[in-house]
């Protein structure tokens, strides 16, 4: 059940965040992640992580639905607690500060009754003792028994960290003679290996509740095709910092700036204007024609590393015009080219 010493900021101001998803290469016998469109075909279906990967049949509950395991991670303070309320809103059975050595016995058990356990989330964090070997404990016993897993991780900046457990005066579960930063780096530091061989990591910074919300839904649903990548497109300003899980950052600030012409200042790079505007620069249009050749170059050969995510950040300097205006045309260049899903958050957007 939800608790620990999970700090996080469930109003955070209200403005949008960084969050990003980082893609890993295969694990034999282990399905892909995915993605939740807002364009394109948008339907959820089932593919293996990699070309010739052989991999167990999915688990299925005594009514023929596919078992669902996610295993929650991240940084004290980073928002577990309050991802683990969203997962019990979602219909997830939610399981906190389980101690390492019980994980393998957890998993016998979630794999013995899987109608009672079709949706379960398990926070595994620094409270489980070698958090790095309690996971690889936790997901072998789970693969081993065809049930498929996904881990997602939560991550924030520093000074946030430290700023949220100044608010609620919660106690770190590594404080001691080092101070509140001095725990947060060794944390950081025991916690690398899971965040390495995480599926996905979110940078909960800056999001609100229902932002963190949107953003874990997108994630639990699977990647549609072995032949798709599922791409992530964020918008954003540089004066507020880059995404850190991006794959590939691109820097549009070489274009004319919009907020300079009085009548464009206040639209965004949603609106015909702004869009004719950026777009009508002989360099935009290099640009992008620049971005899309290297995109035909490259996406074949993430496709065929084993890659099923790729994030794209496309910054400008307060995210709120050019940044728009190009994410925007990719993701329309990518649904014709028919790589793959696509999503797109302008992290921005709500902040002007």
């Known amino acids: 059940m939800p608790g620990g010493s999970d700090a996080f900021d469930t109003t955070a101001g209200g403005s949008p965040g960084e969050v990003g998803v980082r893609s890993r290469p295969p694990r034999q016998g282990r399905p892909a992640g995915g993605t939740r469109t807002r364009g394109g075909s948008g339907g959820p279906s089932e593919t293996a992580r990699g070309a010739g990967v052989t991999e167990p049949a999915h688990a299925k509950d005594g009514r023929g639905n596919e078992q669902r395991v996610v295993i929650l991670s991240g940084l004290s303070g980073a928002g577990k607690t309050a991802a683990t309320k969203l997962f019990e809103d979602l219909g997830y059975t939610c399981m906190d500060n389980v101690p390492g050595e019980l994980l393998p016995d957890l998993a016998e058990l979630v794999s013995t009754d899987r109608h009672r356990f079709e949706k379960v989330a398990i926070v595994l964090d620094v409270r489980a003792g070698n958090a790095p070997l309690a996971l690889a404990a936790m997901r072998g ?35 001691g003679r080092r101070g509140i930063a001095g725990s947060i780096a060794e944390e950081r530091r025991l916690l690398e290996p899971v965040r390495a061989d995480s599926d996905t990591v979110i940078d909960t910074s800056d999001l609100s509740l229902r932002q963190l919300k ?8 699977d990647v549609p095709s072995d032949q798709e990548l599922a791409f992530q497109l964020i918008s954003f300003g540089f004066k507020y910092g880059v995404p850190l899980e991006a794959d590939l950052v691109f820097d549009v600030r070489f274009m004319e700036n919009p907020y300079y012409v009085d009548e464009l200042r206040h639209l965004s790079g949603l609106t015909p204007a702004v869009r004719g505007y950026v777009m009508g ?14 995109l035909e170059l490259t996406v ?27 994410a925007e045309e990719l993701r329309a260049w990518l649904e014709r080219r028919g790589y793959g899903t696509v999503a797109v958050f302008h992290r921005e957007l709500e902040r002007e």
């Open 281 to 294: 620069q002989p360099i935009a249009q290099q640009f992008f024609d620049f971005l899309s050749g290297l």
């Open 141 to 175: 016993a789970l693969d081993g028994r065809g049930i498929k897993t996904r881990v997602i991780f939560l991550d924030a900046r520093d000074d946030v960290l430290i700023r949220r457990f100044s608010e609620t005066r919660h106690r770190h579960p590594l404080a």
């Open 300 to 326: 074949p050969g993430f496709k065929s590393e084993g890659k099923t995510r790729l994030t794209i950040a496309i910054g400008c300097t307060g995210g709120y015009h050019r940044s728009i205006v190009i």
């Open 214 to 221: 949107e953003r874990i839904f997108s994630h639990l649903v």
